[in-house]
């Protein structure tokens, strides 16, 4: 059983800044690309940002420059520093990891979401 525990939505003006945190517990073999989606109301989830094992980093244009994604894989932790947070940026964050099993099988596992809200 994997768990992803996310931390550090909140409610933030234009401009502002936050940093989401995923931490992977239970028992696993590693971890290869870790990430964040997100979801507005009556919208598709969406990606936000991805990071492989090997930290190659990957945005979609609405996102890029004013994001980041790191990893610690020492603790099995993925952020995302937000910055320059636009009200369009709102919507309920989730973090993913695809997990590999002590059987060298791939699964993906996901965070159960944490709000973000951007408003003046």
């Known amino acids: 059983q994997v768990q992803l525990v996310e931390s550090g939505g909140g409610l933030v003006q234009p401009g502002g800044s936050l940093r989401l945190s995923c931490a992977a517990s239970?028992?696993?073999?590693?971890?290869?690309?870790m990430g964040w989606y997100r979801q507005a109301p009556g919208l598709e989830r969406g990606l936000v940002a991805r990071i492989t094992r090997y930290r190659n980093t990957d945005y979609p244009d609405s996102v890029k420059g004013r994001f980041t994604i790191s990893r610690d894989n020492a603790k099995n932790t993925v952020y995302l520093q937000m910055n320059s947070l636009k009200p369009e940026d709102t919507a309920v964050y989730y973090c993913?990891?695809?997990?590999?099993?002590?059987?060298?099988?791939?699964?993906?596992?996901w965070g159960q979401g944490t709000q973000v809200t951007v408003t003046s």
């Open positions: 239970g028992s696993f073999s590693s971890i290869n690309d």
């Open positions: 993913y990891a695809r997990i590999v099993t002590w059987w060298s099988r791939e699964s993906d596992s």
